[in-house]
């Protein structure tokens, strides 16, 4: 009588090693890095002076890494248009996350760096106001009209790269015709809204949010 085959073939020995390496899926494995993060606030109150009081914030700004926050908090009339360019300059080449918080007026000057920020933090009660800049000139009189020619030029495009399109085309040139232009926070926030950028909301004290009112 012939001998039937076996029901359960034993396995070849390659077969059994290739089970053997095969371990059993036990879920994926975190990695993790963990990276310091800084939040620095400076306050900018009171009038801009020359730039060598702000070396430590030309710095900071220039030496921050991308998981730092910088806070500019603003309450400024202006003042020196080569500080504030230099301060804008910084912050657009900074590699941390810079933030402008208008706490009272940003005149002049002041109110360029606020729209440099990359995000804005409107508080209440609040204001901006943009003019043409003003200064002095020295020399003989055609010097003066090639001064004068130049910084007007030079003028006209900072205010197009820094204020577009918060202020409109028209805005800039009646500014630069010598009209002087005023807004709120509640101007301030609409348009800052239409350019998708949504300005921070400040939380005021002991105030309830809507969902909590719906408990």
Known sequence: ??????SHPANSAGEEALDES????????????????????YYLSGGL????????????????????IIYLHLNSP?????TGLQIINNMLASSARVVTVLEAR?????????LAGEERVVHD??????????GSFAGKGN?????????????????????????????IQKILKGSDIWMDSDEIRRRLHKQ?????AVPRPGRKRADEDAI
């Open 1 to 6: 009588m012939p001998a039937s085959a076996p």
């Open 22 to 41: 095969v371990l059993p899926f036990r879920g994926l494995v975190r990695y993790e890095r963990q990276l310091p993060i800084r939040q620095i606030s």
């Open 49 to 68: 002076l020359e730039a060598e009081h702000y070396t430590e914030l030309f710095y900071t700004l220039r030496s921050a890494s991308e998981t730092d």
């Open 78 to 82: 202006g003042g020196d248009f080569d």
């Open 106 to 114: 940003a005149y002049s000057m002041a109110a360029f760096i606020f």
């Open 125 to 134: 009660n609040c204001q901006l106001m943009f003019h043409i800049y003003s």
């Open 143 to 171: 010097e003066q009209q090639a001064q004068v020619a130049a910084l007007s030029a030079w003028f006209e495009k900072v205010m197009a790269r820094l204020c577009s399109p918060f202020l409109s085309p028209a805005e």
């Open 196 to 200: 998708g950028k949504q300005p921070k």
